[in-house]
C-alpha cells in the first residue's frame, strides 16, 4: 500500500516551459487537492476535486490547471511556468466524512529559473 | 487578518522541557480544529484533533478557547525526536478542505 505519491520528486523549468505532476492514491480516496507551500506561508489550496471527471479552484488557481480522469490520479499542469511557480508542491486525498484528515504525498519540489 | 494564524518561532528548548504553541484563527463558526507535524523537508501529517474542549495523547495536549478563538498545543518532557514545525490547521467550507497556519518551528536539543 503505497498512499499517495507524486512524480516527479524534483524538477528545475525555465520561464515558458510547461510541465505535468503527477499524484497517484492507491487508498481509493475520492477527494484530492493540490497545495503549494512557500517559505513562512501556510499550505495553500490550488484545486481539489472530489470525484472522477470533476474539479474546482482552491485558493491560488492563477497559472494552474488540473484533471481528474481516474479516480487514483490527479495531474496538476503547468502550461507557462514563472518564477513566482518555485515551490514545493504537494498532493493530499481524502475520504468525505468526519473526519478532515488528509493523507499528503511526499511533495514535489520545483523550481523556476 | 489571516484566517489561521500562529507564532513561527523557533522555540529552541532542551529535553524534558514543556513547551506551548498558541494559534488564531478567525472563523468563529469553525467546530473543529487539528494540528499537523512537517519533519523538514517532509509532507505534514495528522498529529492531534480538537473536537471540543481540548483532546491529549500522551505527552501531547491541545486546547480549544472558542470565545477567544485560539488553539494551543501543549508538548510536555520534550524529546529531541519532537523537533519539527507544527501546523495548526482549521476545516474551510465543504469538501474537507483545510487552512493551514504558517507552523511554529519546534527545535529540542540535547
Known amino acids: 500500500n503505497a498512499g499517495v505519491t507524486q512524480t516527479p520528486k524534483f524538477r528545475v523549468l525555465k520561464t515558458g516551459q510547461s510541465m505535468t505532476l503527477l499524484c497517484a492514491q492507491d487508498?481509493?480516496?475520492?477527494?484530492m487537492y493540490w497545495y503549494r507551500q512557500d517559505p513562512g506561508m501556510g499550505l495553500r489550496l490550488i484545486h481539489y476535486?472530489?470525484?472522477?471527471?470533476?474539479?474546482a479552484k482552491g485558493e491560488v488557481p492563477d497559472g494552474y490547471n488540473v484533471s481528474r480522469l481516474k479516480k487514483q490520479n490527479f495531474l496538476l499542469g503547468l502550461e507557462s511556468a514563472a518564477p513566482s511557480q518555485t515551490s514545493v508542491y504537494f498532493c493530499?486525498?481524502?475520504?468525505?466524512?468526519?473526519?478532515?484528515?488528509?493523507?499528503f504525498g511526499p511533495g514535489t519540489r520545483l523550481t523556476v529559473l | 487578518r489571516k484566517e489561521v494564524e500562529q507564532d513561527p518561532g523557533p522555540f529552541n528548548v532542551p529535553e524534558g522541557a514543556t513547551v506551548a504553541f498558541n494559534c488564531t484563527y478567525s472563523?468563529?463558526?469553525?467546530?473543529?480544529f487539528f494540528w499537523y507535524r512537517q519533519d523538514c523537508r517532509k509532507e505534514p501529517k495528522l498529529l492531534m484533533s480538537?473536537?471540543?474542549s481540548g483532546n491529549e495523547d500522551g505527552r501531547f495536549t491541545a486546547q480549544l478557547n472558542r470565545a477567544s478563538q485560539y488553539i494551543s498545543l501543549l508538548i510536555r518532557d520534550s524529546k529531541l525526536s519532537d523537533s519539527a514545525t507544527y501546523l495548526c490547521?482549521?476545516?474551510?467550507?465543504?469538501?474537507?478542505?483545510?487552512?493551514f497556519g504558517a507552523g511554529t518551528r519546534l527545535a529540542v536539543h540535547p
Open positions: 493530499a486525498s481524502t475520504i468525505p466524512g468526519l473526519s478532515n484528515e488528509q493523507f
Open positions: 487508498m481509493n480516496h475520492e477527494y
Open positions: 476535486s472530489v470525484g472522477e471527471g470533476t474539479t
Open positions: 472563523n468563529s463558526a469553525s467546530q473543529s
Open positions: 480538537v473536537y471540543s
Open positions: 490547521v482549521v476545516p474551510s467550507g465543504g469538501y474537507n478542505k483545510l487552512i
